[in-house]
């Protein structure tokens, strides 16, 4: 875990953001609760949740359709795919 300081224009706000570069896995693709759905279950790459099936990760606490989607779609993207059920 990385810590980063951040200031403000005026200076006046300094403060401290804890930075974990894990969490930028799938950062911008699917929301935060199905995200952490994966880190809970220490899937942190797109080999790892190749192991999967659609209908395992729909069971996790965090995930939808819409989730399901963007993921399908940018596992697509990156030539991978989830494991036949």
């Known amino acids: 875990m990385i810590n980063l300081v951040i200031m403000s224009k005026s200076l006046n706000s300094i403060y401290t953001v804890s930075y974990d570069p894990e969490d930028d896995f799938l950062l ?34 965090g995930f939808g359709k819409n989730a399901m989607m963007k993921l399908r779609d940018h596992m697509k993207e990156h030539q991978m795919c989830f494991k036949e059920a």
């Open 28 to 61: 911008g693709v699917i929301a935060v609760p199905a995200r952490k759905a994966l880190k809970k279950e220490k899937i942190n790459s797109l080999e790892k949740l190749s192991d999967y099936s659609e209908k395992e990760i729909l069971q996790l606490h």
